[in-house]
């Protein structure tokens, strides 16, 4: 099992999920983070205060999956992410020491292992 | 003159320009967070260059005398418009209340065009539309131009606005083309709250524009009044019910919108019809809007904020039912279909296709004209980041993190962002 994080920018993040739900890729997490990566700084006004935007706004996506998954989903995200231009963000790779599955107390592959949801009654 | 009917279009004057801004975050809302400030920039810039050229120019091609068509240079640069009485209030208000209804209108077209139009094309767009085919169309109905003469009636502009600027809409919509995202990706609006914000102050701002197009504290005004709280109040009755209807929930988003089309239809017929017809029109006027928007959407016509489905369908709805409504009556003027003159409805339909051509036509070719000099779309790339930091270097909701403070003798200082988000690897070519 891997930890697959990936750093986009937010303008792709519609592109990006778009592609891991069509290679089913289904467990995933998202945040809203500010980072540098090189990129050429905005410049901003406001009244009589010039500001350079050291920090963009980046999404932050966690993916845990088990390892026959790995390759492919870095591969949909590379593609579906890249616009060619400094600041498309990073994938990193990471181990997982051990992963459980809040519902059913399942450990490691099982709980990476998607099951279909069944709507709850309401 | 008379001191009532001064103060009474005094405060309609405020009121109608108070609408600008009303409608700046009613579209702003709508759209995503980061072009909410240039969405509400394109209705508040309206503020400044359309009133400085309806004054020099356009004011005097609108309501000079001059031919069937326009006006002329007469009143140019407010020559002679001065104290002097038009009708019962002084010449220099009548020309100020009528520059608030040039500003709303031209700002309503942006609705179309919101997230991809560029800043500076839109400001060339506006500037020569309001010369070029708003007042020509003013002229028509209320300068004593054809329209005026074929007895078309268009109380406070069902036509001159609201097609008007609908008709702008569609085509600048077709000319500068779909939003990338466009049918691909879910574009929410980002700040329900405004639109509901701005869907109330465009109300109270609206008694000005209906009421006050009586000219003066008069019945008529009341009576238009009226009828500009209980369309309205039909509409969102009637919007309401085929929301519960079809999805079982009433909707906030559809409320807002509802309030609008509601007052888009009294429009023209806000002084011409009772009290008992304006809650008939408003129901009715609910219907053709509330399903032009769900098949527009379904289109490739991405007129983002509906600008045709609500003022275009809501606009041409309300001035054939004018024709069928209109009360000699309650007014003192024509009659409607249902008071014996069904030729009425013929008029109205006439007036809003001759506006519905000429609009489409002018916006057609001044949008030709200022592609020769400006581009009127954003690279792809820019749209992607937001027009907000690219058109305007702000952004609308910022915490400032990592915001490095630029002094005066950086080379930084001033410069635009917009090439360095659109042409990154440093050239134009």
């Known amino acids: ?89 990073k994938i990193m790779v990471l181990p997982i020491e051990t992963i459980y599955r809040i519902r059913t107390g399942e450990q490691d592959q099982d709980a990476v292992t998607p099951v279909p949801a069944v709507a709850a009654a309401v | 003159m008379n001191n009532g009917d001064i103060g009474w279009m005094l405060v309609s004057t405020a009121l109608v320009l108070l609408m600008t801004p009303a409608l700046g975050f009613f579209y702003g809302g709508m759209v995503r967070s980061k072009n909410a400030l ?13 009133a400085v050229v309806w004054a020099l120019l356009g004011y005097s091609l ?54 991809r139009m560029r800043f500076g094309a839109y400001l060339a767009f506006i500037v020569l539309w309001v010369l070029g085919v708003y007042a020509p169309v003013a002229h028509w109905v209320w300068g004593g131009g054809f329209l005026a003469s074929a007895g078309a009636l268009d109380f406070a502009g069902g036509a001159v606005v609201h097609v008007n600027a609908a008709a702008a809409a569609l085509v600048a919509a077709l000319v500068i083309g779909q939003r990338k995202d466009y049918a691909r990706h879910a574009m929410l609006p980002h700040n329900v709250p405004f639109t509901l914000l701005g869907a109330g102050l465009l109300w109270f701002g ?86 032009a928007l769900i098949l527009r959407a379904r289109t490739k016509l991405d007129d983002s904020l509906d600008v045709v489905a609500a003022h275009g369908v809501g606009g041409a709805t309300g001035a054939i039912l004018t024709g069928v409504f209109a009360d000699a009556a309650w007014s003192g003027g024509p ?75 950086d080379p930084a200082y001033g410069q635009s962002s917009v090439a360095a988000i659109a042409f990154p690897k440093g050239g134009r070519s």
């Open chain 1, 1 to 89: 099992m891997k930890l697959i994080v990936a750093i986009v920018r937010p303008e792709q993040l519609s592109e990006v999920l778009g592609a891991l739900f069509h290679a089913e890729v289904r467990g995933l997490t998202i945040s809203r983070v500010q980072g540098h990566g090189g990129e050429i700084e905005q410049v901003e006004n406001y009244r009589g205060t010039t500001v350079k935007m050291a920090l963009s706004e980046k999404v932050r996506i966690e993916i845990a999956v088990s390892n026959h998954f790995v390759q492919p989903t870095v591969d949909v995200i590379i593609a579906a992410a890249r616009t060619g231009d400094v600041g498309d963000g």
């Open chain 2, 38 to 50: 240039n969405t509400m920039m394109m209705s508040f810039i309206a503020l400044g260059p359309v």
């Open chain 2, 62 to 115: 609108a309501f000079a005398p001059g031919s069937p068509v326009v006006g002329s240079f007469a009143f140019a640069g407010l020559q002679g418009v001065g104290l002097q009485a038009q009708g019962t209030i002084p010449h220099l208000l009548f020309m100020g209340f009528q520059g608030t209804f040039a500003i709303i209108t031209v700002a309503l077209i942006s609705g179309a065009v919101v997230e």
């Open chain 2, 206 to 291: 609206w008694f000005g524009f209906n009421a006050g197009s009586a000219l003066g504290a008069t019945p008529i005004a009341a009576l238009a009044f009226i009828n500009t709280m209980l369309a309205p109040a039909a509409t969102l009755t009637t919007w309401m019910v085929i929301d519960l209807v079809r999805g079982g929930r009433v909707t906030a988003v559809g409320a807002a919108t509802a309030i609008v089309v509601g007052l888009v239809v009294v429009t023209p017929a806000a002084g011409y019809i009772g009290p008992a017809s304006a809650l008939a029109l408003g129901a009715i006027g609910a219907v053709p809007s509330y399903f």
């Open chain 2, 335 to 409: 009659n409607g279909l249902l008071g014996g003159n069904p030729g009425q409805v013929l008029i109205q339909i006439y007036s809003v296709l001759a506006v519905l051509a000429y609009s489409a036509t002018g916006t057609f070719v001044i949008l030709k004209l200022v592609a020769l000099v400006l581009p009127l779309r954003a690279a792809g790339r820019v749209e992607g980041v937001g027009l907000d930091v690219t058109d305007h270097g702000e952004e609308a909701y910022t915490a400032g993190d990592g915001a490095i403070l630029v002094s005066p003798n």
